[in-house]
C-alpha cells in the first residue's frame, strides 16, 4: 500500500511551531504534558468520563486536518494495520482509564513518575514478544527502576505518612497505566512506520474514544449533565496534553534524536511534581522523592542501553 504523505496535516502542525525550532517544540510539548495531572485532579467528573472527553475531543479537533487531505489512507488500511490499530487504541484507552484513575488515590508526583515507567515495560516487551537483546545495561536499568517504584510505594508506609487516600492502589494503577503505554508504544510500531503522524494519531485516539466509551457505559458513569466548568476542563486536556503535549512530541520525534525526546520526557514528573506543588499544596513526602529519582535514574539507563543496543544491532 502507498503510503500517505499527509502533507496538509503536517503543514498544519508545522504551524503549530513555525515561529520555533522542533526543540522548543518540545519544551512547549514537555510543559504541556506537565499540566495533564492538575486538569484531571480539578476535574469533578468520574475519571474514566475525563479519560473519554479528553481523547474524544483531541479527535474531533484533529480529524478535519486529516479529512482536508483525505480518506485514502484510512479506509486502504489492510487487515494487519487495522487490527495494529485496535489493539494500539485499546491499550491507549486502558491507560488513560488507570492513570486518570490513580490520581485519586496517589499523590500527582508518585502518579506521574511512575506512569512515566514504560520505557521499563517497552525494553521487558520487546525481549519477550519481539526477542530484541537484553544487554546488561537493560537489566540494570530496570533493577533500578524497580527499586525506586518499590521505594515510592512502601516507603511511606515504612515512614508512617503517606500522601492520597489509598497510595497503594493509586500506585498500582499507574504501572498498570505504564505497562498500557509500553503495549500501545509496541503495538503501534509497525503502523506508525505506514500512517504519516495526524492519521496515524487520528486512527488510534478514535478507536480509544470508542474503548473508553465502552468503559465508562459498563460503569455507569454518566456522560452528560455536568457544568460548563468541567466542559472546559475537558477542553483543556484536549488541546494541552492531548494535542500540545502527546501530539506535538510525536512530531518532534520526526526532526529530532529520539534520545534527546527520551530525556526530555524525564521532565514531566518534574514538571508534574512542581505544578503539584505550587497549584495543589501537595508536597510529596520524603520516600516518594527519594524513590521517584531512582525511578527516573533507572528509566534514562534503561532508554539509553536499548539506543546503544539498536546503534550496535
Not at 46 to 66: C, D, G, M, N
Not at 131 to 137: L, N
Not at 152 to 165: C, I, P, Q, R
Given at each position: ?9 503536517t503543514?498544519?502542525l508545522?504551524g503549530?511551531?513555525?515561529?520555533g525550532?522542533?526543540?522548543r ?26 479519560a ?18 483525505g ?10 494495520q487495522?487490527l495494529?490499530a485496535?489493539?494500539t ?30 520505557p ?23 533493577v533500578?527502576?524497580m527499586?525506586?517504584?518499590v ?9 508512617g ?8 492502589l ?15 508504544v ?40 455536568y457544568?460548563?466548568r468541567e ?15 502527546h ?15 527520551s530525556?526530555?520526557?524525564?521532565g ?7 505544578l ?6 501537595e ?12 525511578v527516573?535514574?533507572?528509566i534514562?539507563v534503561?532508554?539509553?542501553a536499548?539506543r ?6
Amino acid at each position: 500500500m502507498r503510503r500517505w504523505t499527509g502533507r496538509a496535516s503536517t503543514n498544519a502542525l508545522d504551524g503549530i511551531t513555525r515561529a520555533g525550532t522542533p526543540r522548543r517544540a518540545l519544551a512547549l510539548a514537555i510543559v504541556a504534558v506537565s499540566t495533564s495531572a492538575i486538569l484531571v485532579r480539578w476535574s469533578t467528573a468520574p475519571p474514566v468520563v475525563a479519560a473519554f472527553y479528553r481523547v474524544l475531543l483531541t479527535t474531533a479537533i484533529l480529524s478535519p486536518f486529516v479529512l482536508s487531505a483525505g480518506t485514502r489512507s484510512l479506509t486502504d488500511l489492510s487487515g494487519r494495520q487495522a487490527l495494529a490499530a485496535g489493539a494500539t487504541g485499546v491499550a491507549l484507552a486502558v491507560h488513560f482509564a488507570a492513570w486518570f484513575e490513580s490520581l485519586s488515590w496517589t499523590s500527582v508526583a508518585a502518579a506521574v513518575t511512575l506512569v512515566q515507567a514504560q520505557p521499563i515495560f517497552v525494553a521487558i516487551g520487546a525481549w519477550l514478544l519481539l526477542d530484541e537483546r537484553v544487554t546488561r545495561r537493560t537489566v540494570l536499568g530496570i533493577v533500578v527502576a524497580m527499586a525506586g517504584i518499590v521505594t515510592m510505594s512502601l516507603g511511606d508506609f515504612l515512614g508512617g505518612v503517606a500522601v492520597g487516600e489509598a497510595p497503594l492502589l493509586g500506585n498500582a494503577l499507574a504501572l498498570v497505566g505504564a505497562v498500557m503505554a509500553a503495549l500501545y508504544v509496541l503495538a503501534g510500531r509497525s503502523l506508525r512506520q505506514q500512517l504519516a503522524l495526524l492519521p496515524y494519531v487520528t486512527v488510534v485516539y478514535g478507536v480509544a474514544a470508542v474503548s473508553l466509551l465502552a468503559i465508562v457505559v459498563t460503569s455507569g458513569a454518566p456522560l452528560g449533565g455536568y457544568p460548563p466548568r468541567e466542559w472546559i476542563l475537558f477542553v483543556a486536556m484536549a488541546v494541552g496534553p492531548g494535542i500540545l503535549g502527546h501530539t506535538l512530541i510525536n512530531w518532534t520525534l520526526e526532526h529530532l534524536e529520539s534520545s534527546l525526546v527520551s530525556v526530555a520526557l524525564l521532565g514531566e514528573p518534574v514538571g508534574g511534581t512542581i505544578l503539584a506543588v505550587v497549584i495543589l499544596a501537595e508536597v510529596p513526602t520524603h520516600w516518594t522523592i527519594i524513590g521517584g529519582v531512582v525511578v527516573l535514574l533507572g528509566i534514562l539507563v534503561t532508554a539509553s542501553a536499548r539506543r546503544q543496543a539498536s546503534r550496535e544491532g
